[in-house]
Every structure is written in C-alpha cells, then in structure tokens.
C-alpha cells in the first residue's frame, strides 16, 4: 500500500473510490497509439500507482504507421512499439498493457450502429471494473492552437466516453459479454487529456524525468538527442512546475 492521494497530489486529489461498495482502486489508461497514454497521463499514472492503485494502459491501434524510416516494415514497427509500451509501462508502475491492434489511421467511430470498437472497449473495461478512465478528449479538432487531433484519437477517446456510459453500465449492450462472466460496470470518473478547457490539473513536478524516462522508452517514436530537454520545456508552465492537464467529469448517479 503506498501514500495517500493527498500527500501525492496535494490540494487537488483525485477522487477516491467507496471501497465499502465495493469500487476497486483501479485506473484504466485508454489511448489510441503506443506512446499517447505515456503523452496525455504518465505522471498522473505513475503518482496513483505510488498510491497503491493499479493501473491498466489500454492501447486501441497497432501503432503500424508510426515510422518515417523506410527499413522499418509493419510487423516489426508493430512489435516494437509494443515492446516500449511495455517497458513505459515498467518505469512508471504500471500494471499491465492491453494491446487491441485496430490499424493505425484507420480508426473509425462515429456511434450509433458503428460497434466494433465500442465493444472492444466496453469488454476491456467490464473486465478491469476500473473506478477511473483516462482518455483522448474526442471533441476538439485543434488542440490549444497548436496541434491537430489526430483523427485516431478523437475516435478512441469518443468510443471510450461512449462505452463509459452508457453501454459497460447498462446491461443489454453487448449482452454476449455476459455469457463470457463480465457484468457491467459503473465507471466513477473521468479524464481526458488533450483539452482546450482544462479542469484539473496534476502537479507532477516532483516526477517529471519519470515521466520523460516513459517517453524515451518509445524509441522509435523520437530522435534521442535534444527530446528530454524539449520534453522538460514543453511540461514546465510559467511559475516552474510541470503539471498534467485534464478535464475531469464526475458521473453522475
Ligand atoms: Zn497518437
């Protein structure tokens, strides 16, 4: 058992599951690529770990067009972005790493009729009864004026709220997953990253080159030279601290 919430997180903990109900200490991270999660919440990850709570990354494309460099062929860019998922995964406490392979670039979800990775995702979180998900925020196009959203991540993160609610909670959905012992589940929070209009930030000041020792585990994804310095930059806000920024909801009900 680790720290407590409020001696990692300071004044603005997030909230705590009711283990008298039955919620379980338990955080799904759902990203669209390998190294997004590692972008949007390693600290956050790392700090609830700390914490005594498990955490899961949830990787929802195979990562298979990730490269510039033409010797890399698919199966093996594939393979090893899994890899250094994994080993992002080991330096920051991270329990485990689900891999779902929808091809990369090609992710499409637009709701209603359209349920194959809905599904997907509404069984990975039955399966881990996690109190809290952390996601893509699906709606903005741009992000913060300065990055566009990558198409793959506006539908993992618009899947993953829709299989929060309503579908893993509500029983008739996908009601094969019954058969295979998963019953649904009631998601308490959620986070997304990559917000125009944050909420809730997470001081991760104290773990930052943790943070930055998960990104450089993506290898494949940057060039070594000059990144952590540009990483160290890109998280630091005016007064010094390097905060995570999120929009959280609180379900209701
Ligand atoms: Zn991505």
């Known amino acids: 058992m680790g720290a407590g919430l409020e001696d990692l997180f300071g004044n603005q903990p997030p909230g705590e599951p009711d283990e008298s109900q039955g919620e379980l200490r338990r955080a799904l991270v759902?990203?669209?690529?390998?190294?997004?999660?590692?972008?949007?919440?390693?600290g956050t990850s790392h700090l609830l770990a700390q914490a005594g709570w498990?955490?899961?990354?949830l990787v929802v494309t195979d990562?298979?067009?990730?490269?510039?460099?033409?010797?890399?062929?698919?199966a093996r860019l594939i393979a090893t972005r899994r890899e250094e998922q994994r080993e992002a995964a080991r330096v920051l406490g991270v329990a485990d790493v689900r891999f779902l392979d929808f091809v990369d670039g090609e992710l499409?979800?637009?709701g209603g009729s359209d349920r194959e990775v809905l599904g997907a995702i509404t069984r990975e979180i039955r399966d881990f009864r996690p109190y809290a998900v952390y996601t893509h925020d699906p709606e903005p196009v741009i992000i913060q004026n300065a990055f566009v959203n990558h198409s793959d991540h506006r539908a993992t993160g618009l899947a993953t709220v829709d299989a929060v609610y309503p579908t893993a909670r509500d029983r008739l959905n996908f009601p094969e997953h019954l058969a295979e012992g998963f019953e649904p589940h009631k998601v308490r929070e959620l986070y997304l990253w990559g917000v125009n209009e944050p909420n809730f930030s997470v001081d991760i000041t104290d773990i930052i080159e943790t943070k930055i020792e998960a990104l450089l585990a993506h290898a494949s994804q940057f060039p070594a030279e000059g990144f952590a310095e540009e990483a160290r930059t890109f998280w630091r806000d005016e007064d010094g601290r390097s905060r995570e920024q999120?929009?959280?909801?609180?379900?209701?009900?």
């Open 108 to 110: 499409r979800y637009t």
């Open 246 to 253: 999120f929009r959280r909801i609180v379900m209701w009900g």
């Open 63 to 74: 990562g298979s067009k990730g490269t510039d460099d033409p010797t890399f062929e698919p």
């Open 30 to 42: 759902v990203a669209a690529h390998p190294d997004d999660a590692d972008f949007g919440a390693a």
């Open 54 to 57: 498990e955490v899961r990354y």
